[in-house]
């Protein structure tokens, strides 16, 4: 099992999780964040004087998956996160060693 | 009960619209400067913001009772001071009227009064935010109204020596946003810099509701200034619209093309200099002499603000003296250039009199050093009774909310 987090942009929030749903994929949790990478910040000017704001708000998005997933799930985020410009944003992939449903206590790939 | 016959002697319709007036300049401190405040501060200062609005409204409510009204509007002692024949509104009746304002009770024009203290001494809270005390600034709250507003009140719209010698000022262009923005001066300057002095305001629609519900009460500000539902509140309910409007157009223009966008906070900015530049000319000048004491208060406020404000390296955190004392200066002076004869007797320069700027200068000048001089005596007595005028360094980072009243402005989560 892998866990899938995708810090993306806000105004692509909805079209990624219609992409995924239609993939089949039909849980996921989201966080809003502010980060910044090499997009830096932007400035922001009250009553005159300039601020630079360095951190922008972002969407992470959690996704928990059985391993034969994981590409599909990737090349979804790709196709419709994708704007071309800067700060739109990773995709961080890692190893889940266990995973329980706490309604009935099942384990591993049936909980997901 | 007076006899009915007694009573008769006021003018219904003036004492109907001193009724609504003070209203109106009671919603100025609250919810109006609470919430233009409170929007541009830091979240985690927003309430102690608010508070700093809410609690000299009541302290003000009270002493204005207690000693101010008498102290302001008292018999005159040697053109300084009020006499006590009025303390706790003690000679008071339904039927007395106050020299200024015959077609009145007394009653509604003490009260009417009040909240034009209340709401001055507020103003000057713009500047220490973020970093005092909330007791010193009770404390200051009550001595700076007595040491500098009640005087001050009294020389000008009391029968003091300034209303004497031909001072005119309508609505409060001297008595209040003089005396606020100088003392928030210096007030800033010996408080010292925040540790981070940042303007970001925390919730810009708040500012956009005060900045609204400021204009609104200001119609009561200045058009109830003429003391009467007569033609003269007409032209300065006029004067008060069109210049706010004015100066913030300008400043929204100059912002735009300096700065390449036309902020909200601009716009909101603007209206609050155009609203105090206009306060003490509404009722001596035309709509062209409003219209063009709009544009100035929007240039000059935004110029002292941009750019001025950054050389001189002060921290006004909201920038008290930046709109409300430089507008108030310029507008005072403005009667001199400006007083429409056929409006209120006075004639400016632009109507074939200097007299009246000489004297707007001198009144001016009288008043910002004395404000500047008490103001600066009141932080040098709290400093040497309570020490620090200031939160620890530790609070400050937190928030004043949190650390002076155990509250937040947002519990979002729980």
């Known amino acids: 099992m892998k866990k899938i987090e995708a810090i993306i942009k806000p105004t692509k929030l909805e079209d990624v999780k219609k992409a995924l749903e239609k993939k089949g994929i039909h849980g996921m949790t989201i966080t809003e964040v502010k980060g910044f990478g090499r997009q830096k910040g932007y400035i922001e000017v009250y009553r005159g004087k300039e601020y630079e704001v360095r951190f922008l708000p972002k969407i992470k998005i959690e996704l928990i998956v059985k391993d034969d997933e994981v590409e599909k799930i990737i090349n979804t985020i790709l196709e419709t996160a994708k704007t071309g410009n800067v700060g739109d944003g990773k995709i961080f992939i890692s190893s889940i060693e266990e995973v329980i449903r706490i309604r009935t206590g099942e384990r591993g790939e049936e909980a997901i | ?414």
């Not at chain 2, 303390?87 to 509604?108: D, R, Y």
């Not at chain 2, 404000?371 to 709290?382: C, K, Q, R």
């Not at chain 2, 004043?400 to 979002?412: I, K, S, V």
């Open chain 2, 1 to 414: 009960m007076p006899n009915p016959q007694e009573l008769l002697k006021f003018d219904t319709g003036d004492t109907a619209w001193l009724l609504i007036s003070t209203a109106l300049v009671m919603m100025m401190t609250l919810p109006g400067l609470a919430l233009f405040y409170g929007g541009l501060s830091k979240r985690k200062d927003a309430l102690n913001t608010m508070a700093m609005s809410f609690v000299t409204y009541c302290l003000i409510s009270v002493f204005w009772v207690v000693y101010g009204y008498s102290l302001a509007f008292g018999h005159d002692i040697f053109g300084l001071i009020g006499g006590f024949e009025k303390i706790f509104f003690k000679s008071i009746t339904l039927t007395s009227s106050n020299e200024g304002a015959k077609t009145v009770p007394e009653f509604i024009f003490a009260m009417f009064q009040l909240t034009f203290a209340a709401i001055t001494v507020a103003l000057v809270s713009g500047a220490y935010i973020e970093r005092i005390k909330f007791s010193i600034w009770i404390t200051f709250s009550l001595l700076w109204f007595t040491m500098v507003y009640l005087p001050v009140a009294h020389w000008i719209w009391g029968g003091g020596f300034l209303a004497k010698m031909g001072v005119v000022d309508f609505a409060g262009g001297i008595v209040v946003h003089t005396t606020a923005g100088i003392s928030a001066l210096i007030g800033a300057l010996i408080l010292k810099a925040r540790n981070d002095t940042t303007l970001i305001p925390h919730n810009l629609t708040l500012v956009v509701l005060g900045t609204g519900l400021l204009w609104f009460g200001w119609f009561g500000f200045n058009a109830g200034s003429a003391l009467s539902a007569k033609e003269l509140a007409t032209i300065a309910f006029v004067n008060t619209n069109t210049a706010a409007a004015s100066a913030s157009l300008i400043w929204c223009i100059a912002e735009w093309l300096i700065f390449k966008k036309p902020t909200i906070l601009g716009l909101a900015s603007g209206t609050i200099a155009g609203l105090a530049t206009i306060t003490p000319a509404a009722g001596y000048v035309n709509v062209y002499g409003a219209l063009i004491i709009g544009v100035i208060a929007g240039l000059v406020c935004f110029i002292s603000i941009a750019f001025v404000k950054g050389k001189l390296n002060y921290d006004d955190t909201l920038d008290a003296f930046g709109i409300h004392g430089v507008g108030g200066i310029i507008g005072s002076l403005s009667v001199g250039f400006f007083a429409d004869p056929s409006i209120n007797q006075i004639a400016g320069l632009f109507y074939g009199s200097a007299a009246q700027l000489w004297l707007q200068l001198l009144g001016i000048g009288i008043i910002i050093f004395y404000s500047a001089m008490v103001t600066a005596l009141i932080f040098l007595f709290l400093k040497i009774i309570f020490k620090n005028l200031r939160v620890n360094p530790e609070d400050e980072l937190v928030g004043l909310d949190e650390t002076q009243h155990g509250e937040r402005a947002y519990n979002l989560h729980i």
